[in-house]
Nanobody, 121 residues
Framework: QVQLVESGGGLVQAGGSLRLSCAAS????????VNWYRQAPGQQRELVAS???????SYTDSVEGRFTISRDNAKHTVYLQMNNLKPEDAAVYYC???????????????WGQGTQVTVSS
């Protein structure tokens, strides 16, 4: 019902910037949150940034002040602006959308396929 397609990953030097995009299609119903996760080789998948249905944002400590999550509802797209990238930011980044069909119903998660971010030192 919901498809997510990430784009914007690539190779960037330390200190550079990238903007990741996650385009959604399908019926969102009741949006609970849109999240960006990342997973580096040999590491657990990590929640990087979140934006709730009310627009509140949160970030993991390691990216606070450098990354910004935003949403354009008209374009059905969520963005992750990544500035001052560090080598430790290198990972596959995944877009995640959490939604409900009804107000009191359960939450369901949808995932994109991921986009590779490589940061050279």
């Amino acid at each position: 019902q919901v498809q997510l397609v990430e784009s914007g990953g690539g190779l960037v030097q330390a200190g550079g910037s990238l903007r990741l995009s996650c385009a959604a299609s399908g019926t969102i119903f009741i949006l609970k949150a849109v999240n960006w996760y990342r997973q580096a080789p040999g590491q657990q998948r990590e929640l990087v940034a979140s934006i709730t249905s009310s627009g509140s944002t949160s970030y993991t400590d390691s990216v606070e002040g450098r990354f910004t999550i935003s949403r354009d509802n008209a374009k059905h797209t969520v963005y992750l602006q990544m500035n001052n990238l560090k080598p430790e930011d290198a990972a596959v980044y995944y877009c995640n959308l959490r939604r409900r069909i009804t107000d009191r119903g359960p939450d369901y998660d949808f995932w994109g396929q991921g986009t590779q971010v490589t940061v050279s030192s």
